[in-house]
Structure formats: C-alpha cells, structure tokens
C-alpha cells in the first residue's frame, strides 16, 4: 500500500466519524427546531438515541466502505468500484430501515425519508470516488517508481560500460612492470609489486558496484599506483597530493576518476631523466579537485582515440549531472573535477 493510502488507512475511523458529521449536517442544522417540536416532546430521549444511532450508523457505513477501497477493490475500474459499493449501501439502508420504523413510532422523524436515502448515496458516492483517487494515485506512484528503476538501470548500464573500458588497456600496461622486475630477478620487489596490483585491481573490480566513491579512496588508489609506476619510470614519474584529510572523507566523485587522467598523461607525455613528470593534485575554495601537470610532448604523436577523457567526462554526467573543466596552456595541461 502506498503511503497516501497507509496514511489514509491509519486514520479511517476518524475520517467516518468526520465524514458521516459533514453527511448528516442537514439533519444537525435542524437539529433545535425538531427536538423541540410537538411531536417530540414526549420523547426527547428516544429522539436523542435515534439521531445518535444514525450519525454513528452511517459513520459505521462510512468507515466499512472506506475500508473496503483501500484493502479489497484497490484494483477495481470506477463502475465496478461504483456497483460494488451501491450494493453495500443498498443492503445497509435495507438493515437500517426496519430499525428506524421503531423510533419513528416513537416520535423521530425522517427515519425513512428522502434525506435518508440522499445521506446513503453521498456515503456510497464519497467511497467510490476516494477509493478511485487512491488507485490512481497509486498507479501513477507505480509508474514513476518503475521509470526512475529503469533510468537508474540504463544509468548503471552505461556507467559500466564507460568504466569497463578502463580495465584493459590498464591491465596490459601493468603487466609489462611485472616482466621487468623478474628479468631483474627481485623477488621482493615483485611480490610487492603484485601484491599493489592485487589491491589495484581489485579495487577496479569492486567500481562497478560503487558509481561514487570518497576522495580518501581515489587517493588511496593513485597512492598504490604510484608504487607501481615507480617500477616502470623510476621515480621519474612523482605524485605531489595535498588534500585536507576531512575533505577527503566529506567528498565524492565518480569511481576511478584520477586513474584516465594519470595514464593521459603518460600516453601523451615523455618520461625520462630529462623530462621528469609531477602530477599535482590538489582542491580549490569551489571543492574542485584540480590535476595537473607539465607538459612534455612525445615526438610521435601516441595512437589513442582520446575516449579516456571522453569518458570521464561522460561518467561525471551520468552519476553527478556535472561538467570537468580542461585548460590546456603550453607548459600545463589542468583537469577540474567537480566534488560532491
């Protein structure tokens, strides 16, 4: 049951009470002028129980057919909702009559009248008409849920697909480290280093269950990245990284944000004793985490298609609704991504 119609729920005798006190208000208005009338003076007392019997007869009324449409027909079309409930009020008012004939001997009035049988229908009427509000509403509730399950569904889809693009072309490059730390013969060294590759990919792994991930974990990640490139560059590729540690569990970003953008600048760049590569990466007062580095063109142009900048950009779109920002100079080349 959606909440429109639980809180409904919860609340239904309440609204029978207050709803049968609005259906008999002709009958309160004449009130005084019936109670003190000829024909009632005899019998005030038998005329007090019988208006008390009818407000919390059609209060009862009221509260069976409200409870009705919200557990029983919540499925129903409005003419069947409609005949459903005309029937319940028709065997109500049949119960009703036999018992008001014996007040009405007794003194009150109206205890068959058209009034009577106007008061039964507005019951039936009110019923329906709520009972069939309810199911639209719930309908509609249904629908947006489903829609916003499916967005979500398409979002997740594509955001593993942009992701998974990653994976390869990171594992093949990796592996070349590993070759060159056994034809050196460190043992240590490449139990090490495997031992950082297993965190790192597990860590590329775990993404596509994640979407966002805090700071702290990008950096951890970029921390262990940096082991390794230490292998392949020696430690002619440096990471300079000042983030405040609260801003580090305060803020997200997309998973595997840092690493398109650290192997960009390895594709792009020449790393050696005479071109030495310091990726900074640091926040500005409008919570941007800024990446930058110099700028070291290789002599061939490197054979990429650019989808890695592409697609960061594209997963910042999906899981923030958010731009990156790209300033390229002659000397720096800066990437602003947008926290959360």
């Given at each position: 049951m959606n909440s429109f119609a639980a809180h409904i729920s919860r609340r239904i005798?309440?609204?029978?009470?207050?709803?049968?006190?609005?259906?008999?208000?002709?009958?309160?208005?004449?009130?005084?002028?019936?109670?003190?009338?000829?024909?009632?003076?005899s019998h005030q007392i038998v005329f007090s129980l019988f208006f008390i019997f009818r407000y919390l007869y059609i209060a009862g009324l009221f509260t069976l057919l409200l409870r009705?449409?919200?557990?029983?027909?919540?499925?129903?079309?409005?003419?069947?909702?409609?005949?459903?409930?005309?029937?319940?009020?028709?065997?109500?008012?049949?119960?009703?009559?036999?018992?008001?004939?014996?007040?009405?001997?007794?003194?009150?009035?109206?205890?068959?009248?058209?009034?009577?049988?106007?008061?039964?229908?507005?019951?039936?009427?009110?019923?329906t008409l709520l009972g069939h509000i309810i199911m639209l509403y719930k309908t509609q509730q249904e629908k947006e849920i489903e829609i916003e399950r499916l967005r979500t569904e398409n979002l997740q889809s594509r955001c593993d697909a942009l992701t998974n693009q990653i994976n390869p072309h990171f594992f093949f490059n990796s592996l070349s480290g590993i070759s060159s730390l056994i034809r050196k013969k460190d043992d240590k060294k490449t139990l090490e280093y495997v031992d950082q590759l297993s965190d790192?990919?597990?860590?590329?792994?775990?993404?596509?269950?994640?979407?966002?991930?805090?700071?702290?974990?990008?950096?951890?990640?970029i921390e262990a990245f940096q082991f390794v490139a230490e292998v392949r560059f020696a430690n002619k590729l440096v990471f300079l990284i000042d983030i405040d540690n609260a801003a580090k569990d305060s803020l997200t970003l997309p998973v595997l944000s840092l690493l398109p953008l650290v192997d960009n600048v390895i594709v792009h760049n020449k790393i050696d004793a005479d071109h030495k590569m310091e990726i900074s990466i640091?926040?500005?007062?409008c919570d941007e985490l800024i990446v930058s580095n110099p700028i070291h063109p290789k002599l061939s142009v490197p054979l990429t298609n650019g989808t890695g900048l592409k697609n960061l950009e594209n997963r910042f779109l999906l899981l923030t609704n958010r731009k990156i920002r790209v300033e390229m100079t002659e000397k720096r080349f800066t990437v602003y991504l947008p926290l959360k």
């Open positions: 005798l309440l609204i029978g009470l207050i709803g049968a006190m609005l259906i008999i208000y002709p009958n309160v208005i004449c009130l005084p002028w019936e109670f003190y009338s000829p024909a009632a003076q009705f449409n919200l557990r029983k027909a919540t499925l129903y079309q409005l003419k069947r909702r409609f005949f459903y409930n005309f029937m319940i009020a028709v065997a109500a008012y049949v119960i009703f009559v036999p018992i008001s004939l014996n007040f009405k001997f007794c003194g009150a009035r109206d205890a068959i009248g058209s009034i009577l049988i106007f008061q039964f229908f507005v019951v039936c009427c009110i019923s790192m990919f597990r860590y590329i792994l775990q993404s596509d269950r994640k979407g966002v991930v805090s700071l702290r974990e990008e950096l951890e990640f640091f926040m500005n007062e």
